[in-house]
């Protein structure tokens, strides 16, 4: 395992085919996501939901190469987001997974599916292959 993805040309555009599989599976159109296929790599995707815990508030998924997806929330402030929980040790977890933790909290507040609230840190390894797929399916 290396500490972070070893990047080339099919991994960069892997992941960028994968981010839109996942925006696409939980409804966000072309402008409410974005990624850098570069190092380090991350992706933000803009939910259509808040959640009554932070009022008036952005909600969003979180991807980073190390740790994979993380559901958060947008401060008043501009500063970092608060992240809520992570969805697990797998960093490339299908998209219909990436949708259903989405919208694992419900509008009480209550999460109805387990989540990591420690930072996992994911297979760099395996993420890169994972990723090389996505860009080989898209050529």
Sequence with gaps: MTEQVLVDATVGLGFERYVQSVADSVGAGIEQWCCRGDHPME???ALDRTLPRFPGREVALLWEETCGWA???ETRSGEDLIVLGY???EAVASPEVVAKFAVSVDSSGHRRLRWMTDRPL??????????????LAAT
């Design 87 to 89: 969805l697990g040790e």
């Design 122 to 135: 994911a297979d760099s390894d395996r993420t890169a292959r994972m990723l090389r797929g996505y860009g």
């Design 71 to 73: 559901l958060a929330v």
């Design 43 to 45: 992706a933000y995707i």
